[in-house]
C-alpha cells in the first residue's frame, strides 16, 4: 500500500508522532511518508491520514 501527503499539508507533526515509521517532516517543514508500506503498518497509517486536521494524507 502507499501513502502521499499533499500539499495540504501545514506541518502539524501529528501524522509523524501517531506513525513515525511511515512520517517525517523534511527540511521544509512539511511531512513526508514512505512511498509504501506494510500491511501491518496500515492502521497505525489511517489513524495518522484520519486525524490529520488538513486531509492531507492520502491513501490506496
Ligand atoms: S498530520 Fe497532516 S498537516 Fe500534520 S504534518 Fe501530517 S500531513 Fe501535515
Redesign the pocket.
Known amino acids: 500500500m502507499k501513502a502521499h501527503?499533499n500539499e495540504?499539508?501545514?506541518?502539524?507533526?501529528?501524522?509523524?508522532s501517531?506513525c513515525p515509521e511511515v512520517?517525517s517532516?523534511t527540511d521544509s517543514g512539511?511531512?513526508k511518508a514512505i512511498g509504501d508500506f506494510s500491511t501491518e503498518q496500515v492502521n497505525s497509517v489511517l489513524e495518522?491520514a484520519n486525524?490529520?486536521?488538513?486531509?492531507?494524507?492520502e491513501v490506496d
Not at 8 to 16: E, R
Not at 51 to 57: F, K, L, Q, W
Open positions: 501527503v495540504n499539508c501545514i506541518g502539524c507533526g501529528l501524522c509523524v501517531t512520517f517532516m512539511v511531512a495518522a486525524g490529520c486536521p488538513v486531509e492531507a494524507i
